[in-house]
C-alpha cells in the first residue's frame, strides 16, 4: 500500500530553526508536496521538490531524497504565526496526490 | 476576487438525506478535486476532473458523485448521507494534473451527518 509517515506534533522556540521529516512508499513518484495548513483554514502551498537535492524558498527549505523515500521541511528564524501543520504529499504514478497526516508545529516564545 | 469558493461552510444533515456540495473556481483551472479531511488522517481525495466534461474516482469514491460540465463549477454529492461521511470537505483546482502545479483549496464545508 501506499504511506507517507511524519510526526504528529513537534514543538519549536520563537527564533529557532525546526526540521519536519517525511518518509514515504508509493507506487510510483512524481513530485513532493509541502503544504500549510492553520487550524480551522484551507491548506496553501509551501514548496514543490521533483529532483533530489535542497529548494530554498525564503525562511522555508525542502529537501528531497528519492533513493531514501525521504524529504524534509527546513523552517529557520521560527515566528508565532508559523505555528500550524505542515502537510508533506507525494503524487504517485496516477498522478494523485497521496497525503501524510500532517505534522503540527507549535512554537512557544 | 480570483480563487476558489464553496459552499455551505457549514451543514448540519439527517442521514439519509441528498446533498449537494457546490465549488466554484474562476482561475480557468482544468483540474479540480474534491478531499475529505478527518483528524489523524491525511487529506483523502474522493474525485478528480483532469478537464471540463472528464471525472475519475479518488481513494474513497464510494457515496460520493461529481460531475463537470463547465470548467468553474464541480460540485459532490451526497446521494444519501451516512454518519460516516462527517468531515471537512476541501475542494481544490490546479492547472494541470500533473507537473509542479500547486494545489488551490477553498475554505472547505464542514459536514455533520447525524
Known amino acids: 500500500g501506499q504511506n507517507i509517515d511524519q510526526p504528529t506534533e513537534m514543538t519549536a522556540t520563537e527564533g529557532a530553526i525546526v526540521q519536519i521529516n517525511c518518509t514515504y512508499q508509493?507506487?510510483?513518484?512524481?513530485?513532493l508536496f509541502w503544504y500549510q495548513q492553520h487550524a480551522g483554514e484551507a491548506p496553501t502551498f509551501l514548496s514543490y521538490?521533483?529532483l533530489d537535492g535542497l529548494e530554498e524558498k525564503g525562511r522555508f527549505s525542502s529537501f528531497l531524497s528519492r533513493s531514501k523515500g525521504y524529504s524534509y521541511l527546513l523552517l529557520k528564524e521560527l515566528q508565532m504565526k508559523d505555528s500550524a501543520s505542515y502537510l508533506c504529499?507525494?503524487?504517485?504514478?496516477?498522478?494523485?496526490?497521496?497525503w501524510g497526516a500532517g505534522t503540527k508545529l507549535i512554537i512557544k516564545p | 476576487i480570483a480563487g476558489i469558493t464553496q459552499a455551505p461552510t457549514s451543514q448540519i444533515l439527517a442521514a439519509g438525506r441528498r446533498m449537494t456540495l457546490r465549488c466554484t473556481q474562476d482561475?480557468?483551472?482544468?483540474?479540480m478535486y474534491w478531499y475529505r479531511q478527518d483528524l489523524g488522517l491525511g487529506l483523502r481525495l474522493i474525485h478528480y476532473?483532469?478537464?471540463?466534461?472528464?471525472?475519475g474516482k479518488g481513494e474513497v469514491p464510494d457515496g460520493y458523485s461529481v460531475s463537470r460540465a463547465n470548467t468553474d463549477d464541480f460540485p459532490l454529492t451526497l446521494a444519501s448521507a451516512v454518519p460516516s461521511q462527517t468531515s471537512v470537505y476541501f475542494c481544490?483546482?490546479?492547472?494541470?494534473?500533473?507537473?509542479?502545479?500547486?494545489?488551490?483549496f477553498g475554505p472547505g464545508t464542514r459536514l455533520t451527518v447525524l
Open positions: 481544490a483546482s490546479s492547472v494541470r494534473l500533473a507537473g509542479g502545479d500547486e494545489q488551490f
Open positions: 482561475m480557468r483551472h482544468n483540474a
Open positions: 476532473s483532469n478537464t471540463a466534461g472528464t471525472t
Open positions: 508509493t507506487s510510483g513518484f512524481n513530485g
Open positions: 521538490n521533483v
Open positions: 504529499a507525494v503524487r504517485d504514478s496516477n498522478y494523485q496526490l497521496i
